[in-house]
């Protein structure tokens, strides 16, 4: 398996613009998870989906923040408009059900989101 | 809520030695599961070693291993005979056996191993 895949892996925009970062979970895993890294807060969970159902937005930062799952081999998240404070990694884990608990979650390799 | 607490942001060892990183954890729970996780350079966040809070007997993978102690609430890691590619971030998580399918993380610790 290739293990979840994130694009792209680096990102730089112009405060203002909208950003759209990409990720394909492990085919067969059912659940999905939305992370941002900074050296402040360390790792945050966004957002996460069971069976391409959102179930908790409650880390959703602000309303400029969007994710969607509209399959289960891909999820979305968007930021629009952009500011430099949304400077981050993104990273999007996936796990299979109540079994995935005990296993962990596997990691992407993250987007590095640089806002400028 | 559940909370997980490294103490040590830092730690440097010598190569082929050991070294032990601390992790307590807040929960009024009482089945979960506990996880070390690594960061290296590359980003890439790697599980080291997972622990179940019903399981009495510490976990093992190779070189690693843990002190689990449920009453104290610690989930220590002990990295024996460390090497230069142990050189990266250690995350301990926790995450409950029922509920919310929430992966806590704690702020992480920068370990470096010096040849």
């Known amino acids: 398996d290739a293990g979840v895949i994130q694009s792209p892996r680096h990102e730089v925009t112009e405060m203002g613009q909208e950003v759209t970062l990409r990720c394909k979970p492990i085919?067969?895993?059912?659940?999905l998870f939305w992370y941002r890294q900074t050296m402040m807060r360390g790792l945050e969970l966004l957002i996460y989906f069971n069976n391409n159902v959102p179930i908790d937005d409650s880390g959703m930062p602000e309303d400029r923040f969007s994710a969607k799952m509209p399959n289960a081999s891909f999820s979305t998240l968007k930021i629009q408009p952009s500011e430099p404070r949304d400077s981050a990694v993104y990273f999007c884990a996936s796990s299979l059900g109540r079994r995935g608990r005990s296993n962990g979650y596997t990691f992407g390799s993250g987007t590095r989101l640089t806002v400028v | 809520a559940q909370t997980v607490t490294q103490s040590q942001p830092e730690m440097s060892v010598q190569e082929a030695e050991t070294v032990t990183l601390s992790c307590t954890y807040d929960?009024?729970?009482?089945?979960?599961?506990l996880f070390w996780y690594k960061q290296p350079p590359s980003r890439q966040m790697i599980l080291v070693i997972r622990q179940e809070a019903y399981k009495q007997q510490n976990a093992t993978e190779n070189r690693f291993s843990v002190n689990f102690q449920k009453a104290a609430k610690s989930f220590s890691l002990k990295i024996s005979d460390s090497q230069l590619g142990d050189t990266a971030m250690y995350f301990c998580?926790?995450?409950?056996?029922?509920?919310?399918?929430?992966?806590?993380f704690g702020k992480g610790m920068k370990l470096t191993v010096n040849p």
């Open positions: 998580a926790f995450i409950l056996q029922g509920g919310s399918e929430k992966l806590v």
């Open positions: 929960t009024s729970e009482n089945n979960y599961y």
């Open positions: 085919s067969g895993h059912n659940s």
